[in-house]
């Protein structure tokens, strides 16, 4: 969380995740040039320029469904919650590789003609009324235009001028991008490649896509009744992972994240008054709850934004019987502050 919009910095963390993210980025391109020149089959000679046009369309289309299940998974797992935190900076690399994608399809098939390259593109082949030779071309353009927007409004500075509401419906059309690049690439490539390998990771990228998105959301829909006595079952402390959160979602009103953190418990709303993102599927920064979407931070004691900040969330309270954690379905005010129980006596 920023004040006054100002530059991000990379703390360790990030710059290890940015570190993986360029150096599987550039391995993937390199295995997948050398395999492709060693498997060629006799009578066929692609080019470095076309090898490197499927590596990158390729890479970029498992990107961007990677970047799609990462939200599902974490509400699956705590496992992928880091990924999460970390999000927007995929989504970032992954536009930056359809871009070079992009650039390579316009100068290999569009570069040498006597029209201007993004002319040609659009005016090739004018087939718009059938299946059968449609430009595929147009919806991949459409994609990365999409893309774009997202990437270019990424920062908060964008979130606040947009307003939340603007600002979480245009990167929703992340949804839209993957449905045309799914039809560029049906459309496309699989009309003219034989390899079988190119239709089944489209079909295995498109099945798991749909598939977690569905799981996330019955994942994250499940209610747990209230005792008689207003205590929600958590479950076993030791199994909450250090700086991390289970999230329990009573009958009626806002989800609850329950936080560990050493040998104590806290427990918040779910609910960021940011842009409502998830608080329990982010982490402990700098004794913080920081929220997964755009790092937005709540003191665990109070559920009240560290200075010169004034949000507020409602907290909860806590309790642990015979090893199991329970919380309160009766929230707190907003900003009230709230002793956390405690797994184990103090040394």
């Known amino acids: 969380m920023t004040h006054g919009y100002r530059a991000v910095s990379w703390m360790p963390f990030k710059k290890r995740y940015d570190f993986w993210v360029v150096g599987g980025i550039l391995t993937y391109i390199v295995s997948f040039v050398i395999a492709t020149i060693a498997t060629q089959p006799d009578g066929e000679s692609l080019t470095e320029l076309q090898i490197l046009i499927r590596a990158t369309g390729t890479l970029a289309f498992l990107m961007l469904s990677f970047v799609?299940?990462?939200?599902?998974l974490a509400?699956?797992?705590?496992?992928?919650?880091?990924?999460?935190?970390?999000?927007?900076?995929?989504?970032?690399?992954?536009?930056?590789?359809a871009l070079v994608h992009a650039a390579l399809v316009i100068l290999w098939y569009h570069g040498f003609g006597t029209l201007n390259p993004f002319v040609s593109l659009f005016a090739s082949n004018p087939n718009y009324d059938a299946l059968a030779g449609f430009p595929f071309e147009s919806l991949g353009v459409l994609a990365l235009t999409i893309m774009f927007l997202m990437a270019a409004t990424s920062h908060d500075f964008w979130n606040a001028n947009l307003g939340p509401g603007l600002w979480k419906a245009l990167?929703?059309?992340?949804?839209?991008?993957?449905?045309l690049v799914v039809a560029h690439i049906a459309l496309g490539a699989l009309q003219f490649e034989k390899h079988v390998a190119y239709t089944v990771l489209l079909i295995v990228a498109v099945l798991a896509v749909v598939g977690l998105q569905f799981a996330g959301v019955l994942a994250s829909r499940r209610p747990v009744d209230a005792a008689a006595d207003g205590w929600l079952s958590v479950g076993e402390g030791a199994e909450i992972d250090d700086g991390t959160a289970v999230i329990v979602r009573p009958a009626e009103g806002e989800a609850i994240a329950v936080f560990r953190h050493g040998e104590e418990i806290y427990a918040v709303s779910n609910v960021c008054r940011h842009q409502a993102g998830p608080l329990g599927e982010g982490r402990i920064v700098d004794g913080c709850i920081t929220c997964p979407w755009h790092g937005f931070q709540y003191r665990m004691a109070d559920g009240t934004s560290p200075p010169p900040y004034t949000e507020k969330i409602a907290t909860y309270a806590t309790r642990i019987v015979e090893g199991r954690v329970e919380v309160s379905a009766m929230p707190n005010a907003p900003g009230t502050p709230q002793a956390p129980s405690r797994l184990r006596s103090a040394p």
């Not at 509400?75 to 927007?88: D, E, K, S």
């Open 75 to 97: 509400r699956i797992t705590p496992r992928f919650r880091p990924l999460l935190f970390n999000r927007r900076h995929l989504g970032v690399a992954t536009f930056v590789i």
């Open 171 to 179: 990167h929703m059309g992340v949804y839209l991008a993957f449905a």
């Open 68 to 72: 799609l299940v990462i939200g599902p």
